[in-house]
């Protein structure tokens, strides 16, 4: 299969931790990379090959992977990371990239 | 710094092309794949194909196979995405994304998108 997917939406309250998951058979053999993206604004990378944050995103922000599951968590949740956030990966298949859903993260 | 700036908004009518430009700077253009990606108001992101650095290949997922073409100039280091028979359906954000990978020690592989393009929105009305 070549879909990766992410429940919908999450909330999280202020200052606690959060995780947004992502599943996906492709996932067994390719890292996820996990975009935020805040309304009307282009996709921001956040975590790359499995666990590694881009140089000014906060360390708040972690990856990890487990079998077919990759993981975004946020730990101590701020009003600015609430956003939709997608993972991507590359299709098993070819050199075909998909990515899941999305996850609205709302922070109370 | 690593840039990448698309050309504006369009308004096409069904049926018509629809030719976006991605301009990079601050990196060697040639070093890079690059990829497009595009999102209808209100839906997710959905991965459109990548041209490769000399951009002599091109890889398209099957549903766009036909009515898509990705250039490159590498004389003024600018990519394009060219849509043909537009519909309703193709009414979206168009984004393009400079690939970048790596294989760890583990031989365990991974690439991701970095930096975007702002958007270029493409409506198609009639």
């Known amino acids: 299969s070549s879909e990766l997917t992410q429940d919908p939406a999450v909330s999280v309250a202020l200052g606690q931790t959060v995780r947004i998951t992502c599943q996906g058979d492709?996932?067994?053999?390719?890292?996820a990379s996990w975009y935020q993206q805040k309304p009307g604004q282009a996709p921001l990378l956040v975590i790359y090959?499995?666990?590694n944050r881009p140089s000014g995103i906060p360390d708040r922000f972690s990856g990890s992977s487990s079998g077919n599951t990759a993981s975004l968590t946020i730990t101590g949740a701020q009003a600015e990371d609430e956003a939709d956030y997608y993972c991507?990966?590359?299709?098993?298949?070819?050199?075909?990239?998909?990515f899941g859903g999305g996850t609205k993260l709302t922070v109370l | 710094q690593v840039q990448l700036v698309q050309s504006g908004a369009e308004v096409k009518k069904p049926g018509a092309s629809v030719k976006v430009s991605c301009k990079a700077s601050?990196?060697?253009?040639?070093?890079?794949?690059m990829h497009w990606v595009r999102q209808a108001p209100g839906q997710g992101l959905e991965w459109m194909g990548f041209?490769?650095?000399?951009?002599?290949?091109?890889g398209y997922p099957q549903k766009f196979q036909g009515r898509l073409t990705m250039t490159r100039d590498t004389s003024t280091n600018t990519d394009y995405m060219e849509l043909s028979s537009l519909t309703s359906e193709d009414t979206a954000v168009y984004y393009c994304?400079?690939?970048?990978?790596?294989?760890?020690?583990?031989?365990?592989?991974?690439?991701?998108?970095?930096?975007w393009g702002q958007g270029t929105l493409v409506t198609v009305s009639s």
């Open positions: 994304a400079r690939d970048n990978s790596v294989v760890d020690n583990n031989g365990n592989a991974g690439w991701w998108f970095d930096p």
């Open positions: 601050g990196y060697t253009f040639t070093n890079y794949y």
């Open positions: 041209i490769n650095p000399s951009g002599n290949s091109r």
């Open positions: 492709s996932l067994r053999k390719f890292y």
């Open positions: 090959a499995k666990d």
């Open positions: 991507k990966s590359r299709v098993s298949s070819a050199y075909h990239w998909v």
